[in-house]
């Protein structure tokens, strides 16, 4: 068994309006160090696999077919 830990960010053309409202929050809470705000989304997927290739294999497909849009999202893949 398998865990994928995929990853689900904006791609950096595309606006944040979420983003944008917690960077904004967070310099009215005095954390003016904070830059940049990017809101994303992370997604564990437990995957009965026989290869961590496999399990991969697996996990890219999810995404690139439901988990992400690939027009205006990216998404990282970490298998455990």
């Known amino acids: 068994m ?4 995929v990853y689900i960010t904006l791609r ?3 606006l944040d309006p979420k983003g ?3 960077y904004q929050a967070l310099q009215n ?10 809101i994303g989304k992370f997604i ?3 995957i009965d696999a026989d290869s961590e290739e ?7 497909t999810a995404c ?3 988990l992400a849009n690939e027009v205006m999202e990216d ?3 970490e298998i455990e």
């Open 20 to 22: 944008k409202a917690a």
């Open 29 to 38: 809470l005095g954390l003016t160090e904070v830059k940049d705000v990017r």
């Open 64 to 66: 690139t077919k439901l």
């Open 75 to 77: 998404f990282r893949i």
């Open 2 to 5: 398998y865990k994928a830990k």
């Open 54 to 60: 496999k399990a991969f294999e697996l996990a890219e």
């Open 44 to 46: 564990e997927i437990n």
């Open 12 to 14: 950096k053309s595309i």
